[in-house]
């Protein structure tokens, strides 16, 4: 894959981005969003190898083909995903317009902080993705209705101790309360970087997550909305 790096701006940030497109792939491709972990996080250009320390840039370094234009910012040092999720949107959007990615074809995962970061995204803008693969992440359960029309595929590991198992299931539980159909992959035996890893390398959900396209963008109204 052809990658290419560059930086977004905003009046509040600066956030570096690389930009993976496939070789010899042909017809419409899905765009794929990757959010990385914590340790990752980075302000300058030179920083933005740190993200190839796990996921799908990882897999990507060593030599995985992936059929869809693959987009991943690295979120600044001294932030986290929650904090920049309208940054984030409008980076996508961005991407996608310059790459002639269609609405409906636009996917989201991300791992740790990242998958914290991918239940946020889609909850601050919940008609934007097809589809959601959050893995060892969790959010706020009490807005899992933003998520009624987007499907999520949630992995994490049994064995993690740094974000336990019960924060993705709570989302999920929340989600499919709501409405929505959301599933998650318990890994038995697993913590969390291994849970990590296993879950981008050895399972479907991936190759599951770039099967899916929006087909409802009807507006979603944000939880307890009678109220504002």
Not at 47 to 73: M, N, Q, T
Not at 105 to 124: H, K, P, Q
Not at 182 to 210: K, M, S, W
């Amino acid at each position: 894959m052809i990658a290419q790096d560059a930086i977004f701006k905003t009046d509040a940030l600066a956030m570096s981005y690389r930009v993976y497109t496939p070789v010899g792939e042909k017809g419409e491709l899905p765009l794929l969003v990757y959010l990385h972990g914590a340790g990752e996080r980075g302000d300058t250009p030179d920083k933005l190898d740190h993200i190839l320390r796990h996921g799908i840039p990882k897999l990507i370094s060593e030599g995985r083909k992936i059929p869809a234009v693959v987009l991943c910012p690295q979120c600044p040092t001294n932030a986290v995903w929650d904090n920049i999720v309208f940054a984030l949107g409008a980076l996508i959007k961005e991407v996608a317009a310059a790459y002639g990615i269609l609405p409906d074809r636009i996917l989201l995962s991300g791992s740790s902080m990242g998958g914290y970061g991918t239940f946020a995204t889609a909850l601050a803008h919940p008609t934007l993705f097809a589809a959601i693969a959050p893995f060892s992440g969790g959010n706020m359960s009490w807005r899992a209705s933003n998520l009624k029309t987007t499907p999520v595929l949630a992995a994490h590991g049994a064995c993690d101790t740094l974000v336990p198992p019960v924060c993705s299931q709570l989302m999920v539980d929340a989600v499919n309360a709501a409405g929505g159909k959301a599933e998650l992959l318990l890994l038995d035996g697993l913590g969390h970087n291994d849970a990590i890893d296993y879950a981008y390398r050895q399972t479907d959900l991936i190759d599951r997550l770039l099967s899916y396209r929006r087909k409802d963008f009807s507006p979603v109204p944000e939880f307890c909305h009678e109220c504002f």
